[in-house]
Every structure is written in C-alpha cells, then in structure tokens.
Nanobody
Framework: QVQLVESGGGSVQAGGSLRLSCIASGYAARFYHMAWFRQAPGQEREGVAALDTDGRTSYAGSVKGRFTISQDKPKNTLYLQMNNLRPEDTAMYYC?????????????????????WGQGTQVTVSS
C-alpha cells in the first residue's frame, strides 16, 4: 500500500518562502515518478512540478524560476521549495506518485492521473 504524507504548508506574506515535504512509504522511491499538484477553491487541479526517476524535472510556467522540486531517495521524501511566493500561489498542495513518466508537466492533463495521492497541505500567501 502506497502512502504519501505532505507537510510544510502554512501562511506567509508575498515574497516569502516555504518548503513542502512529502514522505512516501510502502514502496521504494526510486521506482516511482513524482509530482506536486495544487488546487485553489473553484479552480481545476493543476500540475506544479514533476520529477521523473531519471532526474528529469518539469515546471508549470507560473512557478518556473521560483519553485524547485527535489527528492531525497534514501529518505523516500519529495520536496518542493517555494520562493518568492505570490497570492496566486494560494492553494492546497498535493504530492502524487505514479509508475509512469510525469514529465513534461504540460502533458499531464492528457494522461491518466497518478494513482497515489497525499492528503494535501494548505499554502496561503497574503499580499
């Protein structure tokens, strides 16, 4: 049974930083492709950043240059470093895992969604 548990969300002012973590259990991290998604109230869920097992990364245009996805494989932990946060980054953030490639992120809406999801962590950015 794959389990993903996110943490690190919170409330910050615009321009601030947060680092989200996602601890995975039930499998070896090196076998799964990982991604961060977010969903704001009344909006569609969108892919934010993806990291494939070969190290390839992909970012949504709205976060490129501000967010960094990374992974500590021995710890089975996925991270999302978020810098220069903006009010429009406010959303529930979810990590997800899939046995198939998740990059490029623009192609995610055309593929089956990842089968494994965390419960989410809230990020609120005030102006």
């Amino acid at each position: 049974q794959v389990q993903l548990v996110e943490s690190g969300g919170g409330s910050v002012q615009a321009g601030g930083s947060l680092r989200l973590s996602c601890i995975a259990s039930g499998y070896a991290a090196r076998f799964y492709h990982m991604a961060w998604f977010r969903q704001a109230p009344g909006q569609e869920r969108e892919g934010v950043a993806a990291l494939d097992t070969d190290g390839r990364t992909s970012y949504a245009g709205s976060v490129k240059g501000r967010f960094t996805i990374s992974q500590d494989k021995p710890k089975n932990t996925l991270y999302l470093q978020m810098n220069n946060l903006r009010p429009e980054d406010t959303a529930m953030y979810y990590c997800a895992a899939a046995p198939w490639q998740l990059t490029p992120i623009e192609a995610l809406p055309l593929r089956s969604p990842p089968p494994h999801w965390g419960q989410g962590t809230q990020v609120t950015v005030s102006s």
